[in-house]
């Protein structure tokens, strides 16, 4: 258990921060293509690694990160995302047992 009390868990050979983190994977898998993607927002290189990289039928891209507890760092991120993202970031909360998609972050 870390400082904000999830537990680490396996799935498919992969490890996975919490069980929410987990279940999402499991929602989202035929459309996830890389897992921990990082992305470099502004010009000064601001380092966010989003819990997933996903692909539509289409080919576009977008990302995922399922959030157990917004901190300050995430809520900047999070701001800075509307303006330098790369693509659409879906946010999933919930818990592990019912994780839902809370909102979807278009970039500006």
């Given amino acids: 258990m870390n ?3 999830n537990n680490k868990v396996e799935l498919d050979g992969r490890s996975f921060a ?3 983190e987990a279940s999402v994977y499991c929602l989202i898998k035929p459309a996830v293509v890389q897992c921990q993607d990082h992305v470099y927002l502004t010009d000064a290189r ?3 690694i989003p819990d997933f990289k996903c692909t539509t039928f289409d080919g576009t891209f977008y990302w995922v990160e399922a959030k157990g507890l917004e901190t300050t760092d995430y809520r900047i991120k999070r701001r800075l995302w509307q303006h330098y993202g ?5 946010i999933y909360k919930g ?3 019912r994780p839902f998609l809370h909102e ?3 970039v500006k």
């Fill in 86 to 90: 790369p693509g659409d970031l879906h």
């Fill in 95 to 97: 818990s592990a047992a």
């Fill in 3 to 5: 400082k904000y009390r």
């Fill in 46 to 48: 601001i380092l966010y």
């Fill in 18 to 20: 919490s069980k929410l």
């Fill in 104 to 106: 979807i972050i278009k």
